[in-house]
Nanobody, 121 residues
Framework: QVQVVESGGGLVQAGGSLRLSCTAS???????MGWFRQAPGKEREFVAAISWSAGSTDYADSVKGRFIISRDNAKNTVYLQMNSLKPEDTAVYYC???????????????WGQGTQVTVSS
């Protein structure tokens, strides 16, 4: 079992920035960490993902050029730097861990509790 804990959410004005953190209890057997989000009344969607070893990344089109995912292997921690935030970025953001390279949330068996991000206009 892998425990995943997110932090860093909050309220920010449009155009502002936030950084989310996600720490995994272990990385053995975990190939990739991902961020997903769920807005009110919408399905949960992929945001970004990064591989622990090679650092390869994937982004949703809606966040490319604004969000940056990175990792600190020594701390078992992944970060999501969110810049130029828009009201439509408002959602609960979830961190997840998975054993393969994928962006499909079904391939991530371990999930955090989520952290709320609210962007005011």
């Amino acid at each position: 079992q892998v425990q995943v804990v997110e932090s860093g959410g909050g309220l920010v004005q449009a155009g502002g920035s936030l950084r989310l953190s996600c720490t995994a209890s272990r990385t053995f057997g975990i190939y990739r960490m991902g961020w997903f989000r769920q807005a009110p009344g919408k399905e949960r969607e992929f945001v970004a993902a990064i591989s622990w070893s090679a650092g390869s990344t994937d982004y949703a089109d809606s966040v490319k050029g604004r969000f940056i995912i990175s990792r600190d292997n020594a701390k078992n921690t992944v970060y999501l730097q969110m810049n130029s935030l828009k009201p439509e970025d408002t959602a609960v953001y979830y961190c997840a861990a998975g054993p393969i390279r994928d962006t499909n949330q079904k391939e991530f068996p371990y999930w955090g509790q989520g952290t709320q991000v609210t962007v005011s206009s």
